[in-house]
Each structure stands twice: as structure tokens, then as C-alpha cells.
């Protein structure tokens, strides 16, 4: 037994994970008092604050829009606070720069694919993820943990009264795998994610539906036989995921 454990550890990897282990992943609900909903969400070194915000109305485009009249809508802001990596980055004043306002979509895209808008009427969600510290996975960490922070804040709307129809229809959960030194590996960290090969986030549903897929090739072109064992590799993450964000919701109606 002692040999067969040894042989699944990876010894490439920085914490000596074997090559398909999440690093230890930790939910809190509620970390903070005046959000309707807020998750403080850990991977491994890597914390992502997520906030909720219930607002009433909803934006121009849906208030114009004929076939969207009573629609509610989800959107996301991410941002990085200045000492989340091992240097100051400054703060973003104005529009967002590049990375943040893509990050943003892709947490805001993620959402809205699990939600009933209709369900919510003409409310808009905002889900604000900022990193408190970075070391790899940070736009996964922002899906998974803002997931949990829109449920909460559904959840208070359901008891509240205000909504009639439970509008979270799947959950959604990210994580990155990486071809790295020759290796697929599950949920990359920095020094990881910093020389592989190929980096993908895949964002799924508890299904394993894919809601979306993010990947480049860094320094060479990597064969399709290996981003399919990539994307087989994300589901054990993927379940792991929802498994922390079930454990974060108790007593929420999530999806089956």
C-alpha cells in the first residue's frame, strides 16, 4: 500500500500533489454582514472575496427590449486588491484594465447560464469578485465562490418573499488544468500555471454540461488528444467543487 501511495504523488509538483488532486479547497458563507449574499472562497493559497448585490431594475438594453419585459439580469465585476501577488499592483481607476474586464465577463457569462432570469423579475445581481491573494486559479476561484454568493443572495430573496420561482437551475464550478513538463495536471497553482505548456479553465455545470471552455497554448502547439484528457481530468475537480459549494449551502434548494 505504502508503494502504491508513493507512486501517485507527483514529485514535479511544489506540495507533492499527485497530478489529478484539487489543492485543499475551503467555502465560507457569509463572511460578511451587509451583502445579500458573500462567500469567502480558498484554493490552496489563492482567496477570492464574493459579494452579491440585489439591486432593483435592470439594465437599459432589457428595460428597451420588448421580449425581455419583467427579465432580471446577473452581471460580475473582478478586480485584484494591490498586495494579492508578490508585488503592488496598482489600483484600476476608471474602466477596467484588459485582464479584469474579461475576467469579469467570463464570472458574469458563467452566472447567468445557470440562472432563470425571468425568475428573478426586474432586479439586477451584481457578483464583485476581488482577490485577497493570487497563486494561481484566481478566475476559476471567482465562478466557484461567486456561484455560492448568488445562491445565498437567491436564498434571501426566496425567504424574503420576493421571488416566487427558485431561479438556480445548475451550479457552476471552475477549474484549471494545465499540460505542464509533459504532465496534465488538476487545478494549477502560479509557479504551475506560469511555464505550462497549455492552460485551460473549464467552467461546468454539476452535470459536467460545459458552460464554457478558456485555453492557449503558450510555446508550442499541443496535440487534440491531450486537451481531451485535460477536459476528462476537470471533471474529478469539477466535482469536488460542487461537493464545497454543497457544503456551503445548507439548507438552500440547490439543483439536484
Not at 488532486?21 to 451583502?35: C, F, G, K, S, Y
Not at 464570472?107 to 494561481?136: E, I, P
Request: net charge negative.
Amino acid at each position: 500500500m505504502a508503494r502504491e501511495e508513493t507512486a501517485l504523488v507527483n514529485p514535479y509538483r511544489v506540495d507533492a500533489r499527485a497530478a489529478d488532486a484539487m489543492r485543499p479547497v475551503r467555502i465560507e458563507p457569509h463572511p460578511l454582514r451587509h451583502p445579500e449574499g458573500s462567500a469567502l472562497i480558498e484554493v490552496g493559497e489563492t482567496r477570492v472575496l464574493c459579494t452579491a448585490t440585489v439591486e432593483s431594475g435592470v439594465p437599459h438594453f432589457l428595460r428597451n427590449d420588448p421580449k425581455k419585459m419583467g427579465t432580471g439580469w446577473v452581471t460580475a465585476e473582478y478586480a485584484m486588491i494591490p498586495r494579492a501577488t508578490n508585488v503592488r499592483i496598482p489600483r484600476e481607476r476608471g474602466s477596467s484594465g484588459a485582464r479584469s474586464s474579461e475576467i469579469s465577463r467570463l464570472v458574469g457569462r458563467s452566472l447567468r447560464a445557470v440562472c432563470d432570469l425571468g425568475a428573478l423579475g426586474q432586479r439586477t445581481v451584481t457578483v464583485d469578485c476581488d482577490v485577497l491573494q493570487a497563486d494561481g486559479g484566481t478566475r476559476a476561484a471567482a465562478v466557484t465562490g461567486g456561484f455560492v454568493a448568488l445562491a445565498l443572495a437567491m436564498e434571501k430573496l426566496r425567504l424574503d418573499e420576493s421571488i416566487v420561482e427558485w431561479p438556480l437551475r445548475h451550479f457552476a464550478a471552475a477549474v484549471s488544468v494545465g499540460f505542464v513538463d509533459g504532465s496534465v495536471l488538476l487545478d494549477l497553482d502560479y509557479a504551475e500555471d506560469s511555464r505550462a505548456q497549455l492552460d485551460v479553465n473549464v467552467v461546468k455545470t454539476q452535470r459536467m454540461e460545459i458552460i464554457e471552455i478558456q485555453g492557449t497554448a503558450e510555446t508550442e502547439p499541443v496535440p487534440e488528444e491531450t486537451f481531451r484528457a485535460m477536459l476528462a481530468l476537470s471533471d474529478r475537480g469539477i466535482r469536488n467543487l460542487v461537493e464545497c459549494q454543497r457544503r456551503a449551502l445548507p439548507g438552500v434548494p440547490c439543483p439536484a
